[in-house]
């Protein structure tokens, strides 16, 4: 297994390889949790790792970490990778063992420094029409096709690809590399390294995590809520359909309702022109139920997510569809049979982000691009509002690819996208190593 991680390490998270260096021991005590020493090549290829960003994106995208599966074999990759550099990492896994994030810091341990934030899961490719294998990237007119190559193991690639420039300068404040897990799923993963980081005696300074913007520089993006809602009616035969209670039929008013807020909200806002989409949204994106047709449907369940503007508090739009529910859809149901009901169950939720313009690390990161220095406002999210309400850290987005890429078939990064990205890193490195990052 690549990167030396044993069965005994993952059964026994406190593990560790060799004693502790000073920034390591304190990185223990805050994880409790799995470090490896640098290995020692046997092999002289081991020596001589590609370190371009088309190689690593390449090995990256290979590994399928659709959020369903686990991401410990790129999570041993990666720690491999560090390890010939002579950077220790730290493990934080779930808690079933089977998916972990990843920490890393290179530079001095007294300093803040900045962190490079990536997920190393994908959306699954089920039911999609690829042209070319989606776990094999396919290079094509000077782009790179593949599940994550935009969304987001372009950017880890061009993190790690700048890794050998990281280590041969001496930094005056740190970086950090911090890969999670499920982000696709709720930024699940990232909660369980930010409970952990809080223990750290040092935090960083500030963050940029690389979701997919075209490499402008993102301040702001909508937070979100999601929730599962169960319809539980009572069977009866279709030519008897009073006898029952049609599940989908009451499903289906809560959907009306969740719609005519939608409606309300696209005409009386709030808005924020900023953003592509100028205000909250509510989207209904599954729905299962019944048997058969000829039997009046006992259960029905869908799904449904609010993206809000992250300034807005939306507990009184949640509240509205949950009154509709239990006050009026409620009391119908179980005029028929007591037993009936709704059940709303949250799934997730993250809060959006608002980095003010005149934080430093706003004009810090333009800095470390060319041309336009203007800021953008996005409507998908980021683990960057979790950071910044967990953990006090401040943080833009930016990232190689573009998001209308990302979750579809023929997903792909394009090789100019690739070059700025790699280009900022080593920007950001040299401005560490000459002690140029603001207070």
């Known amino acids: 297994m690549p990167g030396g991680v044993t069965d005994s390490c993952r059964r026994c998270p406190k593990t560790v390889a060799k004693p502790l260096d000073h920034r390591s021991q304190q990185l223990s005590q805050a994880f409790g949790c799995v470090r490896l020493a640098p290995l020692n090549p046997t092999h002289p290829h081991d020596l001589q790792m590609k370190t371009d960003w088309s190689t690593l994106l390449?090995?990256?995208?290979?590994?399928?970490?659709?959020?369903?599966?686990s991401n410990l074999a790129l999570i041993d990759y990666v720690q491999h990778y560090l390890t010939e550099f002579g950077i220790d990492s730290e493990l934080v896994f779930d808690s079933t063992g089977s998916k972990a994030n990843l920490f890393a810091s290179i530079g001095p341990d007294h300093a803040g420094g900045v962190m490079l934030s990536g997920h190393t899961d994908v959306v699954p490719v089920d039911g999609q029409d690829w042209d070319s294998d989606p776990f094999s990237v396919t290079e094509k007119d000077a782009l790179y096709f593949g599940r994550g190559t935009a969304d987001m193991k372009g950017f880890i690639a061009c993190v790690l690809s700048v890794v050998p420039h990281m280590t041969s300068l001496k930094l005056q404040s740190p970086i950090h590399i911090a890969l999670s897990y499920d982000e696709e799923i709720g930024c699940l993963g990232v909660r369980r390294l930010i409970e952990t980081l809080s223990g750290a005696p040092v935090l960083p300074r500030m963050a940029v995590i690389g979701e997919p913007t075209s490499m402008q520089v993102v301040c702001a993006h909508k937070g979100k809520r999601a929730f599962r809602v169960s319809v539980d009616g009572r069977s009866a035969h279709s030519a008897y359909p009073t006898d029952g209670v049609n599940a989908i039929d009451y499903a289906v008013d809560l959907i009306s309702r969740i719609h005519q807020l939608q409606a309300d909200i696209r005409v009386h806002g709030p808005f924020d022109q900023s953003y592509r989409v100028p205000n909250t949204t509510l989207h209904v994106g599954t729905i299962r139920g019944g048997?058969?047709?000829?039997?009046?449907p006992e259960n029905c369940v869908f799904e449904f997510e609010i993206r809000h503007l992250p300034e807005q508090d939306i507990d009184e739009l949640v509240d509205a569809i949950s009154n509709y529910a239990s006050?009026?859809?409620?009391?119908?149901?179980?005029?028929?049979?007591?037993?009936?009901?709704?059940?709303?169950?949250?799934?997730?939720?993250?809060?959006?982000?608002?980095?003010?313009?005149?934080?430093?690390v706003v004009g810090f990161v333009q800095s470390l691009l060319s041309g336009e220095k203007s800021t953008e406002k996005i409507s998908f999210g980021s683990e960057a509002g979790l950071f910044k309400d967990g953990l006090g850290i401040p943080g833009v987005v930016c990232g190689p690819g573009s998001i209308q890429q990302a979750h579809r078939p023929n997903e792909y990064v394009s090789t100019e996208q690739l070059n700025t990205c790699a280009g900022m890193i080593q920007r950001l490195v040299d401005r560490l190593a000459e002690d140029r990052l603001p207070v």
């Not at 390449?58 to 599966?69: C, G, K, M, N, Q």
């Not at 009936?340 to 169950?345: D, L």
Request: a negative charge.
């Open 58 to 69: 390449r090995e990256l995208v290979a590994f399928d970490t659709t959020s369903r599966h």
């Open 327 to 360: 006050e009026t859809l409620v009391p119908a149901m179980q005029t028929v049979d007591p037993g009936t009901g709704i059940v709303i169950e949250s799934l997730t939720r993250y809060p959006g982000l608002a980095t003010d313009r005149d934080e430093s």
């Open 291 to 296: 048997s058969a047709l000829n039997i009046v």
